[in-house]
Each structure stands twice: as structure tokens, then as C-alpha cells.
């Protein structure tokens, strides 16, 4: 046999034209009776600010914010004031008044105009519902370290502080993984946050916003050498696809284990991605367009996966606007608008409009008071629930006036919430399948809050 | 489009391609021999071990000329070794980016600088212990410019700020943590930039980012921590402070700007963020300050109330613990046992410590790096080689501690990042996951309390930090890179047709991008296949690859000789080894 000369070297590893393609996957479109449904977390990472979110429209309310925002209302691009702001009709329990997104959100304004999109006032981190007189006289049980970014996210996505070791959406999976043929790609994240999607049992499979993560150099070698494949190369592959479980430290324990279930995982992803038609809807380039049309593609190739529940979180930064807000926030504003659009346009598309509802978090609001050109961190913030599922066109639960000493004011602007984080998750579960005894083991501080939950879904 | 100018970088470097190899890599004066006591560098792989958990990695000549010697004299020779500093590198690559012609391409490369001398201190630096503590401390006082934004266009800031850590490494906690408040790269990561004192006509309050992060992350913490490092759990609050003691501890950091010193074109704009912050008087809150019971009187001066506060912060109990444990994991062992944590943490109280030899170090001022980093390393939890029956010892190597120490293992030689593209951006998962000075926030790339899920550590409760960094798309990513560097080869020996296009830049030399990064493979490729893997084991693993790694490799090797060039066979057993839990976890 000849001696063979690597053509993989030196940058030559755009092998992936080559690559045998299988039969195209089913026809895209759901079948009308397919038992399937998806939950998709769209993380906010460092606390988007409410008050920069929905924003007051009507004069009044438009005024006094203005006053507190002056100090760099000025210096978006795009005036936030009522000539640019969109507004949409909050409903009979706001009175007069009257609310908007900014215009960078106009999208999500018509998805809510549609009927397809909610909002949700007031939503964060709670142990037991908190009045302003309980939180000042610390008598109120709060959650620990308040404010602080790491374990409000984590308290946000698991319930509580840094070292919680899952996530509610990953509990929602345990409950309901019986429902995939493979456990999988029942939890999946296109970044970070993957303690939001981790269970007790669920483990959160990585997907980047390229697809599945080969090593190229094992692939191409063994499409090279196809049935043929000499006894070296299977060394190899053993290599990189190694037993799980054996090591003499419970480190390289996990990196072998980690190596095997990523190899495998992978494969069966490309797999089953191979032959995914393009979708009509084109995704903005945005890092949320990205994300979120690489979780569509997941959810195309949902009976390749062997799924039918699966729960998905993509994360977008630069949120954490202590400075330059004005000239930051519009950007990621439009980014993640113009991402959840086409999503949604994409899932109609697909026909799987019903089945798949998406939710925005972040690990707090923002202060209404200013620091110069930035706001620091809140506590209660405002979210959106997107999907043809929602009973959209509607805002549950609070808005509180963009004023200071209200009675949801735990200083500065920044909201004691009214709702509990577990009250928002609680109907995104039902509506995902889990019976109230489910609920309750995957939300364990459920209990504390007054029923009924808010109905957006 | 990057390489165009690399004569201009590499004349503005003084470096002329051939000058690095080789120079300084003996050790001078010869160290003492062992007296019995200090046995660090008992044997060979002893040694590597060691310059493993110590330093970016252990170079052959640094395993032949150490044996045998003492540890601790090393560690004091190491004290004296003058600092490679990055500043000088990036103000030269400035100086040629205002030369150039092409304006754009040399801007574009003089953004790269910071990367370029990161990757020659780390790997040329004979201060490698400074360097090495330097790193560790670049992931608890964390800036990144890895943003695209100020930070990233203007390289001198970031350059400044790890000068500052490569400087303070092995100096004290407290004037390290007061001379970081006053970087420019600090206060624009964090915001306190210009941060001015309240404005109760208008309701403004004073950013609260850098009180809030010099609390949880540099210093003290979110809980109260006993001696060991473990969180004290006892009924009421063991939080160690409140959001009154945030928004007390912000007016501290008001009035804190940059010093133009009347310089404002573009020639001296790099300068003016590598200058000490300077006070803006008015800007600065003189009302009364209270924090961790600390208070300020009214009317405090800025420098004052600023000096009074790091005082306090630095005074706290937590303090030792909590940076004691972060720096074990960064060295030694992912979850050190509470009496390591303690014993580091007390020769950072007493600012002193012992080595081996009986030779003291240390000030003996509470916060002293060199004592703590000393306990560090001579711990005997950290000297001695772990059995079978202590499973949880040990730590992922990071991702740029895996590639240093293949690259100082195999003695690269030209060390010029702007010849190898994935070096320039190591942060996308697909390549290494990490990058010098990139962390994704002020987080850095892995919280020190992370325990992974569903993983055999995460069910032992036990703290993983690099475990963050591995999943499905890192994997494979790492797997990929390591391709390309263990695979490396001359350019001159043909290239790709992407390379082939760089041929048309007519000002470009290529002569010191193609010898970039090239591992020095020769000698290896004539070893039988025993004596390569005891090579390699004794390099990259010290000795202790496991029975079933060499097995791995003996197959193949044993396999692949009739398909393979001897010196592929060298390579792909250097991948699989890189890419083994017997390298990626240290041990």
C-alpha cells in the first residue's frame, strides 16, 4: 500500500460539500394531529430595562418619565419620545393609560397586534409576594443576593442562587421526556444558559448557530477511506468516540463522558439535519436572528431527533446598560425584535404556529433612576410571549408608573415584582403538558403565590 | 489581508526572525541541588508536573536542566526575573500603524497587538511564574476587549491593565486592588468612567457596577466564608452585604476620570489610557459613605474616601479564603480541600511563607501574592502525585493552558500570532472557547463555583470551572483546532489556495508567518514507537498517561506504519494525546 500524503493539512478542511448527503427528511410541514410542542427561552443577558421597554405614552406618564430619563432621552439615534414611539392597546384595566414599545420593537408591536404576542408586567425573582412596607422593614423572605447578575440569572432559570444545579425548563423536560423516543435533544441551547434547560435527568445537548460540531479531520478521513477504512483509523475514531465512565479521576471521568455523548450526539444531529430545506422566511443577521433559526432548524428536524417535547434557550448579551444606553440598547432592541418575528413567521410557515411558544427572561430590570447615561440593576422587569398559542394582545399583570415611592418601589426605580417568576413559568408548563403535580415538583416555590395563574396561554 | 504589513510589525518589534530561539533558555546561575526536603524537581516528570501547575508550560530544557535542582530556589529566581511587559510591544504597533501607508490594513493588525503580546510573553517570557499569576489574576479582576469597542480599538488600555497585573503579581492584594480601580480599562469596563455623584434635582444616582463587582468578584464575595473557604451556614443573614452597601460603597467611585493631561490628537491617545485615572473634584460625592460598617465621613476628598474603602475591603476576613481557593483552581485543584484553602489562605494573612528549602518569602504584610502563590504551589496537596484514591483531586487544564504547553513542549519557534489566523480570535467555540483578555463579561470565562450537570463531579458536589467550557460544539472545536496546530507545517512546503492569494500582497515577507508556530517534530519522527510515547507522556502528561492512553497510541502507531510518513504518525499521536483526559485534566 502507498504511503498517503494528507490533503487535510493546512487549512484544507472544507470538506463539507463532500460529504454523502442522505435522502431528504420529510416533508417540513406538520402533520395536523403530530403530538409535538416546544417551549424557546430567549435569555436576556446583564437585565434589560423595563422602563426602556414599555414605556408610557400617554402625556401625563410620557412627561414624568421624560423627567427621569432626561439626562440622555436626548441622544438616541431615534428619539424615544410619542412622534417615533409605536404604541399598542394595553386594555380596560390600565384606564387611560397608554403604553408603547419603541419603534426598534416595532415587529413585535404587530405580532401583539395580531393576537400572537403577550406581555408580561412585573415579573421577577420572588419566595412569597412582597409589599413595599415588608421589603423596607425587612420582614419579607427574598430570594438571596438580589441585584447580583450571576445568581439572579440563575435564580431566574433554576429557582435559585449561583450552584443551583437545574433549571425550570429542563424540569419541565424530566417530566415529560417519557413523550421523545431519544432523550437526547429534549433540552437543547444555542449558547449559554444551559442551567435553564438542565434537569434533574435532562441534559442539554449545544448547538451552534452553524449546526452540529464535527472533527473534521476523523470525518473526512473516514469518508475517504469508506468501507475500507484501515485499522489505524479505528483507533482513532475509538479515540475521539471513547468508552464513557472510565478514568481515574472523576474529571477525566466527565471529559470522556463528555467526548463520547458529544461524538454521538453530534452525529446524530448532522444527521438528521442533512437535507433541511431553507426556510421562505429570511432571518435578520442579527445574533438573535441567528440563534433563533438555528433552534427552527432544530425543531425541522424534530422526528429525525425523535423528539416530540423540547425545550430551547438562546442567549443575547448587552443588556447590562450602566452606561451609553441610549446608544446600545436600541441596537440589541432590534436585534432581538427582528429575531422573534421571523421566528414566529418561520413557525408558521412550518405550520407549527400552535405548538411552539416562545418567552423572553432576563435576570432583572433596571432602575428608573439614572446614573448619567446608564441605569443599574433592578429587580422586577417586563417580558414577552410570543406564539399563535398565546392569547396575545393583551398585558398580564402589572405595569407600575414610571415614577419613584409607588408602592412597588424598592427604591430607585427598581420594581419589587408582583409577579413570581414561578407564576410566569407556571402556564408556559400546562400549556406544555405537565399536570399540576408535575408543575409543582418542577416549580417548587409555585405554592406561595395566589392562584389562578395568569392565562396568556 | 492582515499579513500585508508584517514587515513593518516585525521591524517595529526589532525582531528580526530569528533572534527568540533559544536565547535564555538555560538556567543562569545554576541552581543548588536538592537537599533532600525539596524534591519538586526530584525526577524529570516530577519537574514537568510541576512547571505544569507553575508556569505556561514545561520546555525539555527546562525538564533536563531543572531536575535534580531546588524548587525553591527556582521560585525566588523567578521573583527576580524582569517583567515582559505588553506595552511596549503595542505602542510600538502603533507607532508602525501611524507610519503606514495603507492606513485601514495596519489598523486593522495594530488592534491584534494585545493577542501578539500575550502569545510572546506567555511563551518567550523567562518571568514565567509572574506571567502565569498574572493570568490567574486576569480572571478574578476581569476586563475583556473582546467587545468591539473602545477597549478593543484602543489596544494600549488593555495592554496598560495586564502590565498592571504582570507588575503587581507577586506584590500585594491591596495595592493591586487599589492601583486596578484607577486603570482606564477598569473604569470603562465597568462604567465608573466619569461616574458622577447624585444629582437630586434631576434624581441621578452613581453607577453602582464598580461597587457592586469589587465586592462579589475581587474581593470578598457574596457570603460570609470560614478559614477553608466554605460558606458559613448558621441561622439569619450570612450575606456579607446588603444593596445599602452598594449604593454607600458607589459614591466612593465618583469623580474618577481620565488623564488627558492636555493631550487629545491621535498620536497620544493610546497614552492617555495608560495613565492612572485622575479626580474631577467636583464630580465627587462628599457625602457621607456607609459600607461593610464602614463609614466616611462627609466631605471625604475622592483619593481619600477611595484609599479608606480598599482598606476596608482588603481588611475583610473573606478575603483570604476567597481569593486563596480561585487561585488554587487556577494552579493546582479544581475542589481543594478546606485545610489547603486554609493554609493558603493564612500565609495571605500573614504575608509570609516558607519554602521548602527554609527560605522565608513574603513581606510579611496581610495580601502578600508572593506567599500566597508560594502556599499555593508548595502545598503538600499540590506536591504530592495523587493515587487512585483521591478521585476528585486535580484540574481541567484551560483551553490556553492546553495550547501553551503543547507549544512550549515542542518549542515552536517564531511566536508570531498575526502568521497563525486562529490564534487572532481564539474565542468562537470553535476554536479554542477562550482568548487572552476575551471573557464574555466580568464573570469571566468560568465562575469558580460552578458545578457541572449531569457529570460524576457535579453529583459529588464538586466545584468544575473549566468543566463551563465543554460541550457538545467545544469538543470537537478544540479537537479542530489542535488539528491545525499539531499539523502545522511551513508554508514554503505549498499552501492552500487561500494562502496562495496572500502571495499577491507584494509588500508581504512571509518568511516568519510560514515559520510561525511550527512544533519542532524532527527528532521524534526517528524514535521507535516505545520511546515516542515515552516522549510524549513524559512532555505533555509527566509521566503519568495512563495504561490504556499508551495502549491507544501503540496501536495506532503499531498500525498505521505502512499508510503513514513517520512524521504523520508523530503528529497524530501528539492530537489524540492533546485531545486525551490524560492531558486535558491535570493532575
Known amino acids: 500500500m502507498n504511503r498517503r500524503s494528507f490533503l487535510l493539512r493546512s487549512g484544507g478542511l472544507g470538506l463539507a460539500g463532500s460529504l454523502a448527503r442522505l435522502p431528504l427528511a420529510r416533508t417540513a410541514r406538520a402533520d395536523e394531529t403530530e403530538d409535538y410542542r416546544a417551549l424557546v427561552c430567549v435569555y436576556l443577558s446583564g437585565g434589560m430595562d423595563n422602563w426602556d421597554t414599555v414605556i408610557p405614552y400617554d402625556a401625563t406618564a410620557y412627561a414624568e418619565y421624560e423627567r427621569h430619563r432626561r439626562s440622555f432621552l436626548s441622544a438616541y439615534t431615534t428619539p424615544r419620545d410619542p412622534s417615533t414611539l409605536v404604541p399598542f392597546a394595553a386594555g380596560d384595566s390600565f384606564g387611560s393609560r397608554q403604553f408603547a414599545l419603541p419603534s426598534e420593537m416595532a415587529g413585535l408591536v404587530q405580532l401583539y397586534a395580531e393576537g400572537k404576542a403577550a406581555i408580561v408586567g412585573n415579573v421577577g425573582p420572588l419566595l412569597e409576594p412582597v409589599t413595599r412596607a415588608s421589603y423596607a422593614d425587612q420582614t419579607a423572605r427574598l430570594p438571596s443576593r438580589l441585584f447580583s447578575h450571576n445568581d439572579q440569572a440563575s435564580t431566574w432559570q433554576a429557582g435559585g442562587p449561583e450552584g443551583t444545579t437545574s433549571g425550570w425548563g429542563g424540569r419541565f423536560m424530566d417530566a415529560l421526556s417519557s413523550r421523545n423516543g431519544a432523550a437526547e435533544f429534549g433540552a437543547i441551547t444555542t449558547g449559554d444558559n444551559d442551567l435553564f434547560v438542565t434537569g434533574r435527568s435532562t441534559v442539554p445537548y449545544q448547538v451552534s448557530v452553524d449546526g452540529a460540531s464535527r472533527i473534521l479531520a476523523l470525518s473526512a478521513m473516514e469518508e475517504d477511506f469508506g468501507s475500507e477504512a484501515p485499522a489505524w483509523l479505528e483507533v482513532l475514531r475509538q479515540h475521539f468516540r471513547p468508552e464513557p465512565g472510565a478514568g481515574r479521576s472523576l474529571l477525566e471521568q466527565d471529559v470522556r463522558s463528555l467526548a463520547r455523548r458529544s461524538f454521538d450526539a453530534n452525529a446524530l444531529y448532522d444527521r438528521a439535519q442533512r437535507g433541511v430545506p431553507a426556510f421562505q422566511t429570511l432571518f435578520p443577521p442579527s445574533d438573535a436572528g441567528a440563534q433563533l433559526q438555528a433552534v427552527a432548524r432544530a425543531i425541522v428536524a424534530r422526528s429525525s431527533l ?57 435576570e432583572f430590570g433596571r432602575t428608573l433612576a439614572v446614573n448619567g447615561d446608564g441605569t443599574d440593576h433592578g429587580w422586577g422587569g417586563h417580558q414577552f410571549v410570543v406564539g399563535s398559542a398565546v392569547r396575545g394582545g393583551q398585558v398580564y399583570g402589572e405595569l407600575p408608573e414610571a415614577t419613584l415611592g409607588h408602592a412597588l418601589d424598592a427604591g430607585g426605580g427598581r420594581l419589587i415584582p408582583s409577579l413570581s417568576v414561578e407564576q410566569y413559568a407556571a402556564p408556559l408548563g400546562r400549556w406544555f403538558g405537565l399536570s399540576p403535580s408535575e408543575l409543582e415538583l418542577a416549580l417548587p416555590g409555585l405554592a406561595n403565590f395566589p392562584s389562578p395563574l395568569p392565562s396568556f396561554v | 489581508m492582515r499579513r500585508a504589513s508584517l514587515v513593518v510589525w ?15 533558555s538555560v538556567p543562569a546561575p545554576e541552581l543548588p541541588e536538592l537537599d533532600g526536603v525539596d524534591d519538586a524537581f526530584g525526577s524529570e516528570a516530577q519537574t514537568v508536573r510541576f512547571l505544569s501547575q507553575a508556569t505556561f508550560g514545561a520546555r525539555p530544557e527546562d525538564a533536563e536542566g531543572l531536575t535534580g535542582r531546588s524548587a525553591s530556589r527556582w521560585f525566588l529566581r523567578e521573583l527576580e526575573a524582569p517583567a515582559t511587559l505588553l506595552l511596549p510591544r503595542v505602542r510600538a504597533a502603533r507607532a508602525a500603524a501611524l507610519r503606514a501607508e495603507e492606513e485601514d490594513e495596519e489598523l486593522e493588525f495594530f488592534i491584534d497587538s494585545t493577542t501578539d503580546a500575550f502569545w510572546k510573553g506567555v511563551l518567550r517570557g523567562e518571568d514565567q511564574l509572574r506571567q502565569r499569576m498574572a493570568w490567574a489574576l486576569s480572571q478574578i479582576f476581569v476586563v475583556s476587549n473582546g467587545g468591539g469597542e473602545l477597549l478593543t480599538d484602543v489596544p494600549e488600555a ?28 477598569m473604569a470603562y469596563y465597568l462604567t465608573y468612567l466619569g461616574n458622577q455623584k447624585a444629582d437630586p434635582s434631576t434624581g441621578r444616582q452613581p453607577d453602582e457596577n464598580y461597587a457592586r463587582e469589587i465586592l462579589q ?41 481620565l488623564d488627558f493631561a492636555g493631550e487629545e490628537d491621535d498620536a497620544s491617545v493610546g497614552a492617555i489610557w495608560t495613565r492612572p485615572l485622575v479626580v474631577e473634584a467636583e464630580a465627587h460625592s462628599l457625602e457621607e459613605k456607609r459600607f461593610l460598617g464602614t463609614v466616611i465621613p462627609a466631605d471625604t476628598l475622592a483619593r481619600d474616601s477611595i484609599r479608606i474603602a480598599i482598606d476596608a475591603i482588603a481588611a475583610h476576613p473573606n478575603v483570604g479564603p476567597f481569593i486563596g481557593r480561585q487561585l488554587i483552581q487556577r494552579f493546582v485543584t479544581s475542589a481543594p480541600m478546606p485545610a489547603y484553602v486554609e493554609r493558603v489562605a493564612r500565609a495571605f494573612d500573614d504575608g509570609r511563607f516558607v519554602l521548602p528549602n527554609g527560605s522565608p518569602v513574603g513581606t510579611g504584610r496581610r495580601g502578600d501574592l508572593t506567599a500566597t502563590l508560594a502556599a499555593v504551589l508548595f502545598d503538600v496537596e499540590a506536591r504530592r502525585v495523587p493515587s487512585s484514591a483521591e478521585p476528585s483531586f486535580g484540574k481541567l487544564r484551560e483551553p490556553v493552558l492546553r495550547l501553551s504547553a503543547f507549544f512550549r513542549a515542542f518549542e515552536v519557534g517564531e511566536v508570531e500570532p498575526i502568521g ?71 508554508r514554503e512546503e505549498g499552501g492552500s489556495e487561500e494562502e496562495e492569494e496572500d502571495d499577491e500582497e507584494p509588500d508581504f515577507d512571509r518568511s516568519v508567518a510560514a515559520r510561525a508556530f511550527l512544533p519542532r517534530l524532527e527528532a521524534l519522527q526517528d524514535l521507535s514507537a516505545e520511546d515516542l510515547i515515552r516522549t510524549i507522556d513524559l512532555r505533555l502528561t509527566y509521566g503519568q498517561m495512563s495504561d490504556s492512553m499508551r495502549s491507544a ?3 495506532f502507531l503499531n498500525a498505521s506504519g505502512d499508510d503513514l510518513e513517520p512524521v504523520d504518525q508523530v503528529r497524530f499521536a501528539l492530537w489524540m494525546t492533546v485531545t486525551s483526559p490524560d492531558f486535558i485534566v491535570q493532575r
Open chain 2, 10 to 24: 516585525v521591524l517595529a518589534l526589532g525582531l528580526d526572525g530569528c533572534s527568540a530561539r533559544g536565547t535564555g
Open chain 2, 158 to 185: 488593555v495592554a496598560h491593565f495586564e502590565d498592571l497585573l504582570i507588575q503587581g503579581a507577586l506584590g500585594n492584594y491591596r495595592d493591586l486592588l487599589e492601583s486596578v480601580t484607577y486603570a482606564p480599562a
Open chain 2, 553 to 555: 497510541l501503540r496501536a
Open chain 1, 306 to 362: 425523535s423528539a416530540g417535547r423540547q425545550v430551547f434557550v438562546i442567549g443575547l448579551g448587552g443588556f447590562d446598560t450602566h452606561s451609553a444606553q441610549a446608544q446600545t440598547l436600541p441596537m440589541d432592541q432590534a436585534g432581538l425584535a427582528g429575531g422573534i418575528v421571523a421566528f414566529q413567521r418561520a413557525m408558521e410557515e412550518l405550520g407549527l404556529d400552535q405548538q411552539v411558544t416562545l418567552f423572553t427572561a432576563s
Open chain 2, 217 to 257: 468578584l475581587f474581593s470578598i464575595g457574596v457570603v460570609e466564608l470560614d478559614a477553608g473557604g466554605r460558606p458559613v451556614v448558621r441561622a439569619g443573614r450570612s450575606e456579607t452585604y446588603r444593596n445599602e452597601d452598594v449604593t454607600g460603597l458607589a459614591k466612593v467611585f465618583t469623580g474618577l476620570d
Open chain 2, 420 to 490: 497563525f489566523d486562529l490564534l487572532l480570535d481564539s474565542s468562537p467555540v470553535g476554536v479554542l472557547n477562550q482568548h487572552p483578555y476575551r471573557a464574555k463579561s466580568v464573570f469571566n470565562f468560568y465562575r469558580p463555583g460552578y458545578v457541572a450537570p449531569g457529570t460524576t463531579s457535579g453529583a459529588a458536589g464538586l466545584t468544575a470551572p473549566e468543566l463551563q467550557l465543554v460541550n457538545a460544539s467545544s469538543v470537537p472545536g478544540y479537537a479542530n483546532t489542535m488539528f491545525e496546530v499539531v499539523f502545522r507545517e511551513g
